[in-house]
């Protein structure tokens, strides 16, 4: 029997995320694991009147080009890839798999690589989504993998992820229009603040942001969701950020990592553990030492690490910054093969000023934005 939670996820991604319309073309791109999502996807992509087809990979094919491709095959991007996503309407990717680990001992290098020659296909679709041209919207379907990482069985991780999407309920819609609101006034109070200093354990960090549009993530390009963010002014971050959360990408984790920016930049890293790939990554082009993104996450219902980014740089209290690619609607300017984000716990003795005046502690705003804050309680 079908969770009928997958159905109106399905449902819920179509109709709110993606908005289909009538005759749009949608692709549904996942690996195996998350076929029973991208079937639910693709009939609901049907009732919507779209054209949906499907993109379903296999495990391990990543794996095998890493440890076995040249360099020239690393860097390949198909033609036919460019011209889809020329072509795309609307766009679904579902981040599910059976080995999260499975890249944890390639080599860094070759891997930094390869994430820079996809990252091209991927500011593309980017600049699309920023010309009203297509819609995208990324989620995941729970595996075990995913709940191994979460440190829990799969029955707790699929009600732990089905909560956060509020498909539990049977109108999951229109708890997102509501919190679009609330995060849209936030979003708006945030667009008149100049500098951002963010302070914690061994952490004291200036941003500056004056100029930048902060935008609302209100469950359009990702599900779950529920944050605000900005791209930071790329010359103007100064000081200090300890990550107490690993930070995880493409599947491997990196522990403890310190950061100093002088000027905007990364002039100093360590990490306690991935030392090796953390390097990699800074070093993979100009862009990659600068900070692309600064947010706040305010989906107080997740409220433990899942090493899952999906749901980590939501957890309610939290801040991240993405080293890399800015995004261009917010005003970001920066560009880079990388965009990753790293979460700092602010919840216990986290502060933030906004041009002098503290607007935050102990991971809340300490004034309400217009609308109140909608907290229903899912705590996994």
Not at 62 to 85: F, K, N, R, V
Not at 174 to 192: K, P
Not at 281 to 305: H, K, P, Q, S, T
Request: hydrophobic share 40%; aromatic share 8%; proline share 3%.
């Amino acid at each position: 029997m079908t969770d009928p939670r997958v159905d109106r996820l399905a449902g819920l991604l179509v109709d709110y995320s993606l908005a289909l319309r009538e005759g749009q073309v949608v692709r549904i791109d996942g690996l195996e694991a998350s076929a029973p999502l991208a079937l639910a996807l693709y009939e609901a992509a049907l009732r919507a009147g779209a054209q949906p087809y499907t993109n379903i990979g296999l495990s391990g094919l990543g794996e095998t080009l890493l440890q076995h491709g040249s360099d020239e095959q690393l860097a390949y991007l198909s033609p036919i890839q460019w011209e889809e996503i020329e072509r795309l309407d609307a766009l679904v990717t579902i981040w599910s798999e059976v080995n999260t680990r499975a890249l944890s001992r390639v080599d860094p290098g070759r891997h930094a690589a390869y994430i820079a020659a996809q990252r091209r296909l991927s500011n593309r679709r980017w600049e699309r989504i920023s010309n009203g041209e297509m819609s995208w919207c990324g989620t995941l379907f729970p595996t075990n993998a995913h709940a191994q990482e979460a440190e829990m069985s799969l029955t707790e991780y699929e009600d732990f992820v089905f909560a956060a999407c509020h498909v539990h309920e049977d109108d999951p819609a229109s708890h997102w229009r509501a919190v679009s609101t609330q995060l849209q006034a936030r979003a708006s109070e945030l667009g008149a603040v100049q500098e951002l200093r963010v302070v914690g354990p061994d952490t004291d960090l200036r941003l500056g942001v004056d100029g930048r549009t902060w935008l609302a993530a209100d469950g359009r390009y990702n599900m779950p969701d529920g944050e605000v963010f900005t791209s930071p002014i790329e010359t103007e971050t100064e000081g200090e950020i300890r990550y107490t959360f690993p930070a995880v990408y493409q599947g491997r984790e990196v522990e403890d990592i310190r950061l100093r920016f002088e000027e905007g930049r990364v002039v100093n890293a360590a990490a306690a553990r991935g030392n090796d790939y953390l390097q990699s990554l800074l070093d993979m082009d100009a862009g990659a030492r600068v900070v692309g993104e600064v947010a706040f996450g305010l989906n107080y219902e997740i409220d433990r690490f899942t090493r899952n980014i999906l749901f980590d740089e939501k957890i309610g209290g939290t801040m991240h910054l993405a080293l890399g690619s800015g995004f261009t609607q917010a005003g970001g300017r920066n560009t880079s093969g990388l965009h990753w984000d790293m979460i700092c716990d602010l919840r216990r003795e986290g502060e933030v000023y906004a041009d002098g005046a503290l607007i935050w502690k102990e991971g809340r705003f300490l004034a309400e934005p217009a609308f109140e804050v909608v907290e229903s309680g899912v705590r996994g």
